[in-house]
Nanobody, 124 residues
Framework: QVQLVESGGGLVQAGGSLRLSCAAS????????MGWFRQAPGKEREIVAA????????YYADSVKGRFTVSRDNAKNTVYLQMNSLKPEDTAVYYC?????????????????WGQGTQVTVSS
């Protein structure tokens, strides 16, 4: 089992930045692929970014490429999502997810473990 706790969400003006953190506890974090998803009201949960166990591979949704950066610190059991140039359409609850796999996981169904989410609101 892996327990995930997100933090760092909040209210920010358009063009601003936030950094989300996801702290993991439980089994060996360094062997887990990690992902960030978001869900806006009335919409499906969608992938934002993903990172492989050692950070060697990353994936970004087209909507966030060039603005968001995913990273991880296995010594701290933490994965990060740096979000720059935020837009009102980035407003959503952001979730981190984990799966015990060496590769990159980019689908919602590919993850078993989820955090509780953190709200990000971008005002125009």
């Amino acid at each position: 089992q892996v327990q995930l706790v997100e933090s760092g969400g909040g209210l920010v003006q358009a063009g601003g930045s936030l950094r989300l953190s996801c702290a993991a506890s439980g089994r060996i974090f360094s062997s887990y692929a990690m992902g960030w998803f978001r869900q806006a009201p009335g919409k499906e949960r969608e992938i934002v970014a993903a990172i492989s166990w050692n950070g060697g591979s990353t994936y970004y949704a087209d909507s966030v490429k060039g603005r968001f950066t995913v990273s991880r610190d296995n010594a701290k059991n933490t994965v990060y999502l740096q979000m720059n140039s935020l837009k009102p359409e980035d407003t959503a609850v952001y979730y981190c997810a984990a799966e015990s796999i060496w590769g990159l996981v980019v689908t919602r169904a590919g993850y078993r473990y989820w955090g509780q989410g953190t709200q990000v609101t971008v005002s125009s």
